[in-house]
């Protein structure tokens, strides 16, 4: 066999397909592994940074005084940069307010999205106690990322049965056309099977790369596969323990990168390139992974800092910390909400409002008299990089 004939094994077969009255080349992907199979050898050191990378992450969240805490807010950031990626313009404070029941800067439609995203992977998460990582998983999760807005037409939870594609204006001038619905069963299969296999010997994080490549290669849904696709990865990670927190999320990294996260995808489906992807993939992971690490780093750092501040300058340190404590959970907060979730009466709430705004810990973002709601700002800052929304027609 030459080496042209080996690479050829790693290249797809195209079907042609009627739709809409024209005639189209399907792309069919081969099944994984990939033959000849991945050289890993040149790709040990950017494997060993970001198992490192990992491996930090999950030291750092043992150390936060409330990791649920983090996890919360962090599987929000994503849930916003995933959804940003597929055109929404929400931001993350937008999300926050919305689910705090404070005013909501953005079209409800587009906060639903990403509260539907949040709502299918916590629902991922939970249910890998007592399913594996498989086709009916990914499924369910897909119905609750489309459950209401504009996905609701869009066959949530059901696997795809018509042609479709991806940019371009009709399958005749598409950058891309994925299999035909007749090919799916087939596609899928094998890569549920991959998902489990073991023989293959690969590193996980290694996996994991195949294997966001082939779902969205294969585009099983009418909507909502980069979403999926994404959080695919996380989850294959936590299946194999090389995270014990679901903390690693690559839609900031891909929406930083997106023409090259692009072009990688098309050189796998055109020219089997499968390494340069590995490359780009696990670049991605050790720099969300540090970002992340970062980032709790300093919010635990934030959250000492301002306690010892209210400690030492507040008359009514027991009560302010009460509302800080709060506030960590909840960044953005009415007097209300206040009153009825730490069960301090509303004179108290408010005078330690005021504390928090002269300490310059929270600030009142509504100039409004009544109905005031009053954010964690510094703690915002640190959450809030890299989510402003892309620019329209990205």
């Known amino acids: 066999m030459t080496a042209t004939d080996s690479v050829n094994l790693r290249l797809g077969r195209f079907v042609e397909t009627p739709v809409a009255g024209e005639t189209v080349r399907a792309f069919v992907p081969p099944p994984l592994p990939p033959i000849p199979p991945i050289d890993v050898l040149p790709l040990l050191e950017r494997l060993s940074l970001a198992e490192r990378a990992l491996g930090r992450l999950d030291g750092v969240t043992m150390l936060l005084p409330r990791q649920e805490l983090f996890l919360y807010m962090y599987v929000r950031k994503e849930a916003v940069l995933s959804s940003q990626i597929e055109g929404t313009q929400s931001t993350l404070s937008d999300l926050l307010r919305f689910e705090t029941e404070a005013q909501a800067g953005q079209p409800i439609d587009d906060i639903r999205e990403v509260s539907n995203y949040v709502d299918a992977m916590m629902y991922g998460l939970e249910r890998l106690n007592d399913l594996p990582l498989s086709l009916r998983l990914i499924r369910e999760m897909h119905a609750r990322l489309l459950q209401s807005g504009r996905g609701g037409t869009k066959s949530p939870g059901e696997f795809r049965r018509s042609q479709n594609w991806i940019g371009g204006t009709r399958p005749g001038n598409a950058l891309f056309v994925p299999p035909p619905a007749t090919e799916l069963a087939s596609c899928l299969g094998a890569l549920e099977q991959f998902m489990h296999e073991d023989h293959s010997r690969l590193p996980a994080l290694i996996k994991a790369g195949l294997i966001h490549v082939q779902f969205e290669t294969i585009h099983p849904f009418l909507d909502g596969n980069g979403r999926i696709g994404r959080l695919l990865v996380t989850l294959f990670l936590c299946v194999h323990g090389v995270l014990r927190k679901p903390l690693l999320y690559l839609s900031l990294y891909l929406k930083s990168h997106r023409a090259d996260y692009y072009r990688l995808l098309q050189e796998v489906r055109e020219h089997g390139a499968w390494e340069a992807w590995l490359e780009f993939f696990l670049d991605g992971v050790a720099e969300t992974a540090n970002q992340a690490f970062e980032a709790a780093t300093r919010i635990v750092g934030l959250f000492k800092e301002d306690r010892e501040l209210i400690t030492e300058r507040s008359e009514r340190a027991g ?76």
């Not at 959970?329 to 928090?356: E, Y």
């Not at 800052?381 to 929304?389: F, R, V």
């Open 319 to 394: 009560s302010v910390l009460r509302v800080h404590e709060f506030i960590q959970q909840n960044p953005f907060a009415t007097a209300n909400l206040l009153v009825s979730r730490t069960g301090l009466s509303a004179p108290t709430i408010n005078a330690a409002l005021a504390d928090l705004e002269q300490l310059g810990i929270v600030e009142e973002v509504t100039g409004r008299r009544r109905g005031r709601v009053f954010a964690y700002r510094r703690y915002l800052a640190i959450l809030n990089e890299g989510t402003d929304p892309l620019p329209s027609g990205t």
